[in-house]
């Protein structure tokens, strides 16, 4: 269609679009976004000079952008209920205000005409409105996949690396404070939905069709942790200086394996020192119980290296009377740690032969702990005046053999095609814990560290989608006007 642009003599093609009556603010912005595209391409076809196309990447952020917050402006307007009184869950609220409302999306800053409400007699009550309602948003307007972008952000890095982020894609654009701010306050609420929406995620779970084993696995890894200095106050009002103490944090995988052994998907959990680490055990027994409910013939295996809490924890979270026959395997790795001190003690140089000889006595024989151990027990004395050496890596591998004798059949659980190493549990404390709670200078709070390991699980364990489309679910609210 040939036209004229009103306000300019030349006759150009254009392309009339229709757009709806509840759309007509969308109008400007739209033009200004093919307008500007229109005139770029047309200087970039005039020559065959290099561009910065650089420039041209931010032009068209920017200004999808602003079509994008005048969407949501929108949406958001179709939102409100006006009305002098509304009932919000079976309760009358009273309209007490009219005026702009900001709220906060993946492109930016929105604002909207809104009401606000307060519960019917209670006038010092905070106020609400109805589009924050109706749309789940978190804190005061922020959307929810906004909110949740944020949360994605600060559970892989610190909140001033999100806002640099935010910078660079034009996407998020908002202050690091914000980043610190927003990712806390859905965590908390999170939190309160935590068991619910991680059971129905459970149990939705599609098991994999070679899957025939479960692996459950615990450990743990020292993390600062934020505490108040002793001593008299110091600092403006009062305050006392923050002291960093390392605290233990426990982690741990609930895993589906192959026939092979293979792993096939992990569940991650963590837990915050301070906090029962029997709940991350609870948590992760939850797990393997649906899961078995689903596939009763998935074989159970616990795995851990050889200390004796982890074992007391696993052992009493996963009895056999609740959960049925159990297989129990120290981590076959640190046995060879231990046994290849012991043989450099032993032969020197000479060493490797021998932890490679012992090292397929474990993978093939179901008395190989025997045999080491009569390998190992002539070198126990000391050779001038025959006594016990109580000490050095000798001494350790016979302890750490007798000790975990009956959690090494190392032969059976291959023939069962069941794992033998924590592997998965040890990178877990690595990604889960490492890369992000022990980053130089960190230190952290129990209710903030405790939102960021949880919700860094829900990513490492590919849930996060799943785990925030139900969380939201929960944050969305009715709002019906009521008869004046």
């Known amino acids: 269609m040939r036209t004229k642009r009103p306000g300019r003599g030349a006759v150009e093609d254009l392309i009339v679009v229709a757009v709806p009556a509840a759309c007509k603010s969308m109008v400007g912005s739209i033009e200004a976004l093919c307008a500007a595209v229109a005139s770029r391409a047309a200087s970039g076809a005039a020559g065959r000079e290099a561009i910065d196309y650089a420039v041209s990447e931010v032009m068209v952020a920017e200004l999808t952008g602003a079509v994008e917050r005048d969407a949501h402006a929108v949406m958001l307007g179709a939102l409100e209920v006006d009305a002098p009184r509304v009932e919000i869950d079976g309760k009358t609220f009273t309209q007490v205000r009219y005026g702009n409302g900001r709220y906060r999306s993946l492109a930016g800053t929105v604002e909207v005409r809104r009401a606000l409400y307060r519960p019917l007699g209670e006038g010092n009550a905070p106020t609400v409105d109805a589009i924050s309602l109706r749309a789940g948003a978190i804190g005061d307007g922020w959307l929810p996949q906004t909110a949740g972008a944020m949360a994605f952000e600060l559970q892989k890095a610190p909140s001033r690396e999100g806002e640099q982020s935010g910078k660079q894609t034009r996407r998020l654009p908002y202050s690091r404070a914000s980043f610190e701010r927003v990712p806390h306050e859905l965590g908390a609420l999170y939190l309160r939905h935590q068991v619910n929406i991680e059971d129905a995620i459970v149990s939705s779970l599609e098991i994999p069709a070679e899957a025939r084993a479960i692996s459950v696995s615990l450990d743990r890894a020292s ?143 179901k008395d190989a702990v025997t045999q080491i151990l009569a390998d190992l027990e002539p070198h126990w004395c000391d050779p001038v005046d025959g006594s016990v050496v109580k000490h050095g890596p000798i001494h350790e591998a016979i302890t750490y053999l007798t000790n975990h004798a009956h959690r090494m059949n190392y032969a059976g659980a291959r023939a069962k095609g069941l794992p033998i190493g924590s592997g998965t549990v040890e990178a877990t404390c690595k990604s889960l814990i490492g890369v992000r709670m022990k980053r130089a200078g960190s230190r952290w709070k129990q209710d903030t560290g405790d939102h960021v390991i949880k919700l860094r699980a829900l990513a490492l364990s590919h849930q996060w989608d799943a785990a925030m489309s139900r969380f939201f679910a929960t944050q969305r609210t009715a709002v019906r006007a009521l008869a004046a």
């Open 223 to 365: 993390v600062p942790m934020e505490e108040p200095s002793r001593g008299r106050p110091v600092g403006p009002g009062g305050t006392r200086r923050r002291s960093r103490a390392s605290s233990t944090w426990h982690c741990g995988t609930v895993t589906l394996h192959d026939g092979n052994g293979r792993a096939l998907y992990s569940m991650r959990f963590g837990q915050m020192p301070g906090i029962d680490p029997l709940d991350v055990c609870n948590a992760m027994a939850n797990v393997v119980y649906r899961l078995r409910e689903k596939q009763p013939e998935l074989r159970l295996q616990l795995l851990a290296d050889g200390a004796h809490e982890m074992w007391n924890l696993l052992e009493s979270s996963f009895p056999e009377s609740l959960l049925g026959p159990r297989h129990l395997m120290v981590d076959f790795w640190h046995v060879l740690e231990k046994l290849s001190a012991a043989a450099e003690a032993i032969q020197g140089a000479e060493s490797r032969a021998v932890v490679a000889g012992w090292r397929r006595l474990l993978e093939r024989r």
